[in-house]
């Protein structure tokens, strides 16, 4: 059973930067295709980024393209989100995800931005962005 943790989440002012940090355990993250989901109140769980199981094709929401990025430690086991030119519309809960269920790839960015085909999830961490 794999086991996913999130840290790096807080609060900053819009323009700034985070970096949200997701360390697994009882598995290898190269062995999932992994992502992001965020949740702000009121809103269903939102795709941010996704990753395939070698680390070579990443998939981002439009919202976050070219601000965001999602990569991955082999040696850590440890999966980060680099967040950049934050905006008051980040702010939401993220979640660590894993899959086994599909392949992370180009010919998958469908089923990788639904939070149905992921089965490991973290417990989330709180970003807010102040304007």
């Known amino acids: 059973q794999v086991q996913l943790v999130e840290s790096g989440g807080g609060l900053v002012q819009a323009g700034g930067s985070l970096r949200l940090s997701c360390t697994a355990s009882?598995?290898?993250?190269?062995?999932?295709?992994t992502g992001w989901f965020r949740q702000a109140p009121g809103k269903e769980r939102e795709f941010v980024a996704a990753?395939?199981?070698?680390?070579?094709?990443?998939i981002y929401a439009e919202s976050v393209e070219g601000r965001f990025i999602i990569s991955r430690d082999k040696a850590k086991n440890t999966q980060y989100l680099q967040m950049m030119n934050l905006e008051p519309e980040d702010t939401a809960v993220y979640y660590c995800t894993a899959t086994d269920r599909f392949y992370v790839s180009s010919l998958a960015a469908v089923a990788a931005r639904s939070p149905d085909n992921y089965n490991y999830w973290g417990q989330g961490t709180q970003v807010a962005v102040s304007s």
């Open positions: 009882g598995g290898v993250f190269s062995n999932y295709g």
């Open positions: 990753i395939s199981r070698g680390g070579g094709t990443a």
